[in-house]
C-alpha cells in the first residue's frame, strides 16, 4: 500500500520568513495530494491541494509543488504569520483507493 | 452551509463495553470517510462508504469495528469490545464526488478507561 513520509517533524521560523515542507510517496498510482493545517484540538482543514496533472498551484502566501518522477511534493508558506503555527499534513490517494494517507505531520510555530 | 458534524465531542468508557459514533456529513455529499488519528500522528483511514455501501473497509483494525450509513447520509461508527488501545480522535470526513476534496468534522475524543 501507499506510504507517506514528511520531513521536517518541527520547523521554527521569525515572523515573515518563508517554510518548507516536504513529503514523499511510495504508490506511483497516486494522483491526488492535498494538505491540511490541524490547530491544537481542531479538525484537520483543507488549505490546498495538486493533483498529478500539474507540477505547482499557488494561492495566495501557500503554494505546493509536486515532482511526479521523484515521487515528492511540498508545501510552501512565504511571508509566514504567527497565525500560521499549526501542524501540518499531507497526503496521498489515488483513483482506484480513495482514502488518503497522511504523513506524521510537521508542527510548525511561527515566532514573532 | 454547515460542515460535517460528529456526536457526542468526546465519549469516555470503560474497557470492554460498546460505543457508538455519529457522524453528519455536508448535505449531498455522497462519499464519506473515517479515520482514527492517535495523538502526534496523523489520521489513519478506517472505512470508505459512497452512498450505503461500504466501498473500501480495509482500514478496520478487527471485527470489533463496524461502520454503517443506511440512508446514504448520517454514519455510526461502533465498537464492541471497546479496549485502551482503542482510545484516539476518531475522524469522519465527506467528499461531494468521487474525486472530490475531504473535509472533516471536529472529531470524536474517545477514552476507554
Known amino acids: 500500500g501507499e506510504n507517506v513520509e514528511q520531513h521536517p517533524s518541527t520547523l521554527s521560523v521569525q515572523e515573515g520568513d518563508s517554510a518548507v ?4 510517496y511510495s504508490d506511483s498510482a497516486s ?9 491544537l484540538g481542531k479538525r484537520p482543514q483543507l488549505i490546498i491541494d495538486i493533483r498529478s496533472n500539474v507540477g505547482e498551484k499557488k494561492d495566495q502566501r501557500i503554494a505546493v509543488t509536486l515532482n511526479k518522477t ?3 511534493f511540498s508545501l510552501h508558506i512565504t511571508e509566514t504569520q504567527p497565525e500560521d503555527s499549526a501542524v501540518y499534513f499531507c497526503a496521498a490517494s489515488n483513483a482506484g483507493r480513495r482514502a488518503l494517507t497522511f504523513g506524521s505531520g510537521t508542527r510548525l510555530q511561527v515566532q514573532p | 452551509g454547515a460542515g460535517v458534524s460528529q456526536t457526542p465531542s468526546n465519549k469516555v468508557t470503560e474497557k470492554g463495553k460498546y460505543v457508538e459514533l455519529r457522524c453528519d456529513p455536508i448535505s449531498g455529499h455522497t462519499a464519506l470517510y473515517w479515520y482514527r488519528q492517535s495523538l502526534g500522528q496523523g489520521p489513519e483511514f478506517l472505512i470508505y462508504f459512497q452512498g450505503t ?8 483494525p478487527n471485527d470489533r469495528f463496524f461502520a454503517v450509513r443506511p440512508e446514504g447520509s448520517v454514519s455510526t461508527l461502533k465498537i464492541q469490545r471497546t479496549e485502551r488501545g482503542d482510545s484516539a480522535v476518531y475522524l469522519c470526513a465527506s467528499s461531494p464526488t468521487l474525486k472530490g476534496e475531504q473535509y472533516f468534522g471536529p472529531g470524536t475524543r474517545l477514552t476507554v478507561t
Open chain 1, 21 to 24: 515542507i516536504k513529503c514523499t
Open chain 2, 53 to 60: 455501501g461500504a466501498a473500501d473497509d480495509s482500514g478496520l
Open chain 1, 31 to 39: 494522483n491526488y495530494f492535498p494538505w491540511y493545517k490541524q490547530e
Open chain 1, 70 to 72: 521523484a515521487k515528492h
